[in-house]
């Protein structure tokens, strides 16, 4: 049996949904984009794999634009596992929060994209998550403790938790 790994939360809900468990399912599948803040979410202490975060999502909707943001210190093979996932991976020069906050203000603005999710413990993207349910979008924040801000949690429609294996992810600076 495998273990549960993830914990999704309705924003006002107390209902705790894992590994194992039917979903509650939207009765029409939402279309999500999905941004990974990578320096953020895949370090290797985590133990976050990239099929946990969209196994996780597809229980809320449908992906249709998925990109994961990594700086210039990504690792080769963490750049071959996003491709091989069906990701799209941008790779910034520097400080990766403002490519992040670039493409979550495009999948606002795009009418084929109903809900936002971002994996990300930063609170520095606290007005994305604002912004998107102001233009009408539902949000979903993905994050591992420590460190997983709490305002941003509350402000998102749905959070996800991941629980990190310790060790098994990517090795990211």
């Known amino acids: 049996m495998k273990e549960r790994f993830f914990k999704i939360l309705r924003r006002g809900e107390k209902e705790v949904q894992g590994v194992g468990e039917e979903p509650k399912r939207p009765k029409k599948m939402k279309s999500i984009g ?5 320096p953020n979410i ?15 999502l597809e229980r809320i909707g449908k992906i249709r634009v998925a990109k994961v943001v990594l700086n210039q210190y990504a690792p080769q093979g963490l750049i071959e596992a996003v491709v091989n996932q069906g990701l799209e ?17 495009e999948l606002i603005y795009n009418s084929d994209v109903e809900v936002i999710a971002l994996a990300t413990r930063d609170a520095d993207f606290l007005p994305i998550v604002n912004e998107a349910k102001r233009r009408g979008k539902d949000t979903i924040v993905i994050g591992v403790e420590p460190g997983f801000s709490v305002a941003l949690q509350n402000a998102a429609d749905y959070v996800i938790k991941m629980e990190g294996k310790g060790g098994e992810g990517h090795e990211f600076k």
């Open 34 to 38: 999905l941004i990974i803040d990578g």
């Open 42 to 56: 895949l370090r290797k202490e985590f133990g976050i794999k990239l099929e946990d975060i969209v196994e996780a």
């Open 89 to 105: 991976p941008i790779i910034v020069a520097g400080d990766t929060d403002v490519r992040i906050a670039i493409e979550a203000m």
